[in-house]
């Protein structure tokens, strides 16, 4: 079952492989620099690679969008997305898996009731911008750059031609390895939340978490799209937009592939916040914009002529309909598998207010008559509940969103088993000594499970939300993650 | 990647060989006319032989040439214009060694006081070569060709100007018409390799902007 599951994501994978990871090499097969064969399994072979080594950056923004915890919906939301992406090929417009897995989860999120961060939406979107911009810019200075040393520095034609070559291999596979650690997530992050953690052991010489394994399967599609289907999309994105000489097809490569690999580096994340300097959110960004921006930023240097903006409007446009398109299509998908076969396509995340929640809402500082007036009330999903908030307190959005993480609720016991068949190298010994001393302790809310084990060690407790402590925050959720998907009671709905 | 690197090395050279027998070509064509015109006879032909080898050992060269550019998809982008230029050199090549036979085997009569044109008309034709040779050499580097290209025009057009007072001379001359078009046809054939060298140079000035990146 779980593999028919997987199999949209599969098709999702296939297609961006065959789009977006053409993007990569587009500019050299079409200058004729690279052969498709060379350049196909180059980039094959490091988004692979990217997917599998550096490809958890990412996943987290895509799991606080939106939480698609129900394998019926994670299959929805990545049909929806492929869908929409082979639609957008059909019309000829490059296309951006990332937009589409976007609006996806949102109209998973708008089926299920469930919340849409806010700030993990506008995180994404505004890279939308962001991304195009700075290829654009990183294309500009390579350009003008390439210009003056090429004038300064004369090369014979044919070394230049074999430098050139050289170099779109090497910055082609950077962008792919980047691409694949960047996009991963788009094809494979909606069921990270729906898989358990267990690591495999491979002929016990390495061992592989689940993560990396459903990374690996992800990157083997999107090689496979490569392979199977990219050459006339880097056709078009090479030749279609700005005449492209060999030495700006490279700045286009290394532009952005630099792009790709700023926006899902972990290690420059934590290199950046070390030395005090501000961080580029971990985003799934998309190739199509990276590309189309790189050539733009090029066009502009050489003086803007020769672009053909009819194209150029086209691709936007389909920037801003691809999300749509994958909205409607995740909803209206969700509402079928749901209604007419059945599925389960979103576990129950139901709200109450409790005496326990009321304390601890109190204890937060925002207890407020108006609140004790829905004690003891249970609501369906999120929207139910928000819209309660709404109309019978006087909470702002901030206070609001507090008051709905404590109100969530859930169901957890410790199962001692379950404690020993965790990953050594996942916990510490303190944190795992922390879980012992819980077991067949239950838990009805996330924060109840999370405050305790703080409570048992520091090594569990999330620290104030700043620069310093950015790097064990995240450690801590996502074992915390880890923790409530390993410890849930299945309700009796999710066995259906 | 040594291997692209090392076949790289080895196509330059033969484009610098290839350049090299153009560029003699033009220096032995000077020097056989002026062998010819002075009547050492012998001398005339080893240069014109000389010249024929030369001719034959280009071909070969940009064949080889041709056929790498095509068959490693080299330089995609400039590959035309670099074959052209290379293959509209050839008719450079080509238009010295025409002349030569024809002196061979036709055997012109030109009186001594036409010599110093004669031999002025065919330097003009030598320096235009010569600054082509150097021309496409720095379309090779730095694609700033305007300088050679500039200077192959101007020698073409001195050569022009000296081919029209030869032509006015010889046909003023109290000769047999016959006598006065064989000579004239000498005149228009030196004339032709400055000629075909200024056409190599209008290419390569287009070749020159497309280079740019």
């Known amino acids: 079952m779980i593999l028919f599951f997987l199999s949209s994501a599969l098709f999702l994978g296939w297609s961006l492989g065959a789009n977006d990871a053409a993007n990569v090499f587009g500019t050299a097969v079409a200058t004729r620099m690279v052969r498709f064969r060379t350049a196909a399994i180059f980039c ?4 692979v690679l990217g997917a599998v080594i550096s490809g958890a950056g990412t996943t987290d923004t895509l799991g606080q969008l939106g939480a698609v915890n129900a394998l019926g919906g994670s299959f929805m939301v990545a049909l929806a997305a492929a869908l929409a992406v082979l639609w957008m090929t059909k019309a000829g417009l490059p296309v951006s898996v990332s937009q589409a897995i976007v609006g996806a989860i949102l109209g998973w999120n708008v089926f299920t009731g469930s919340q849409t961060d806010l700030d993990s939406l506008i995180k994404i979107v505004s890279t939308w911008v962001v991304c195009p911009l700075l290829a654009a810019i990183f294309a500009a200075v390579f350009y003008l750059a390439a210009r003056r040393i090429i004038t300064r520095w004369p090369v014979h034609l044919l070394e230049l031609d074999a430098m050139t070559r050289t170099g779109l291999i090497v910055a082609g596979a950077f962008g792919a390895y980047a691409l694949g650690a ?5 094809v494979m992050g909606v069921f990270v939340p729906a898989f358990a953690v267990r690591s495999i052991d491979i002929a016990g010489l390495f061992t592989v978490d689940s993560v990396q394994l459903l990374f690996l399967v992800g990157g083997l599609a999107i090689a496979i799209g490569v392979l199977s289907y990219s050459r006339r999309v880097m056709m078009t994105v090479g030749k279609g937009l700005f005449r492209l000489t060999p030495v700006t097809a490279l700045v286009v490569v290394m532009a952005e592939a630099i792009v790709l690999f700023l926006f899902s580096s972990q290690s420059l994340e934590s290199w950046l916040l070390t030395h005090g300097l501000p961080t580029i959110p971990l985003v799934p960004v998309s190739s199509s914009q990276a590309v189309i921006g790189a050539v733009i930023g090029i066009a502009v240097v050489k003086g803007g002529r020769g672009v053909r903006y009819s194209v150029l409007g086209k691709v ?4 801003a309909a691809t999300p749509a398109i994958a909205a409607v299509l995740a909803f209206l998908g969700l509402f079928f ?15 109450r207010l409790s005496e326990a929640v009321l304390e601890r809402v109190s204890a937060e500082g925002l207890a407020s008559l108006s609140l004790e007036e829905l004690k003891g009330k249970s609501f369906e999903n999120a929207r139910a509940f928000r819209v309660a908030l709404v109309n019978e307190t006087d909470l702002d959005g901030a206070d609001m969103s507090l008051v709905m993480e404590f109100a969530l609720s859930d169901s957890f016991v410790i199962v001692p088993e379950l404690i020993d068949e965790f990953e050594p190298s996942l916990l510490t010994v303190g944190q795992t000594d922390a879980l012992r001393s819980l077991e067949w302790r239950s838990f009805s809310h996330e924060w109840q499970l999370r405050e305790r084990l703080a409570e048992e060690t520091a090594e569990w407790a999330l620290l104030p939300d700043d620069r310093e402590n950015h790097q064990h925050n995240k450690a801590v959720r996502y074992r915390l993650r880890h923790v409530y998907d390993t410890f849930r009671v299945p309700s009796a709905e999710q066995g259906r | 990647m040594t291997r692209i690197f090392a076949k790289t090395k080895l196509l330059e050279s033969q484009i610098d060989e290839y350049l090299n027998d153009t560029s003699q070509v033009g220096l032995l064509f000077l020097e056989a006319i002026k062998d010819y015109l002075e009547g050492r006879l012998e001398e005339f032909e080893s240069r014109r032989q000389q010249v024929g080898e030369l001719e034959n050992h280009a071909d070969e060269l940009r064949r080889d040439i041709k056929r790498q550019l095509y068959a490693e998809t080299l330089i995609p982008e400039s590959r035309g214009d670099v074959l052209g230029i290379l293959e509209n050199t050839d008719e450079v090549i080509n238009a010295a060694k025409v002349t030569l036979t024809q ?4 055997h012109p009569d030109i ?15 030598n320096r235009a070569v010569q600054e082509l040779v150097m021309g496409i050499r720095a379309f090779f580097r730095t694609a700033a060709v305007t300088d050679f290209v500039h200077k192959v025009s101007f020698w073409e057009k001195e050569a022009d100007t000296v081919a029209e007072r030869l032509r006015r001379r010889i046909f003023a001359m109290d000769e047999e018409l016959a006598c006065k078009i064989h000579r004239g046809s000498f005149v228009r054939h030196i004339d032709t390799v400055a000629d075909q060298a200024e056409d190599v140079s209008e290419r390569l000035s287009i070749s020159a902007i497309k280079r740019s990146i």
């Open chain 1, 44 to 47: 094959g072979i490091f988004v």
């Open chain 1, 182 to 186: 960047n996009n991963i997530a788009n």
């Open chain 2, 111 to 125: 009186p001594d006081e036409l010599d110093a044109d004669f031999i002025e008309l065919t330097d003009y034709g």
């Open chain 1, 337 to 351: 598998l749901q209604n007419v076969f059945g599925l389960n396509v979103a576990r129950p995340m139901p709200f």
């Open chain 2, 103 to 106: 002196v061979s085997a036709e």
């Open chain 1, 316 to 319: 936007v446009g389909g920037w």
